[in-house]
């Protein structure tokens, strides 16, 4: 069984109306006991990494995420789910994140349009199963102000220019992070989820 993880501000129903097309089992939840005991987990993410965290927290999903990709379990962040998986954040402040991926999430550059909104380029920094498929440099859609710079680039599975070379994929072991919405991005995008639940073990070929 997937878990939906919903904290409250989620982008829900994009996400599981994908999973509805590729007919995965999956259940929408709020309680940490039902993160750690699933299948593999997604965690979708609109809006403030600092509120979002104030969420999580409230729920006791902080630590069920933590523990459930220490455990390896496969994982799948979106958006803003991939921004606090890092360290910290600069978004109304210097906030505190998960702390999963040692980093900081920073405001895009000057002198860009913010927020970043349409579709651009993911470039493939290595081989990894969730590209199973997808042509490099494939189109994806993205919404954000914000963005990912991990400590470690060898965890960077893809980037995008906005300017500058922007971290959108995160890959480290079970978890897959990406800065854009495959659930908004046609059909590499739902290939993508399928990959995904291959990873999981939920999809044959």
Known sequence: MIAVIDYGAGNLRSVTNALNTLGCPHKVTSEPGDVLNAT?????????????MNNLRQYGLDNAIQQAIHQSLPFLAICVGMQVLLSTTEENGLNK????????????????????MGWNQVKQRNEHPIFDGIPDEANFYFVHSYYADPDDSSVVGGTTDYGVPLCSVILRDNLVATQFHPEKSGELGLKMYHNFLKIAGLRGN
């Open 97 to 116: 994140c998960l702390g999963v991926i040692p980093g900081t999430v920073r405001k895009l550059p000057p002198g860009l349009k913010v927020p970043h």
């Open 40 to 52: 593999a987990v997604i965690f979708p993410g609109v809006g403030a990494a600092a509120e979002t």
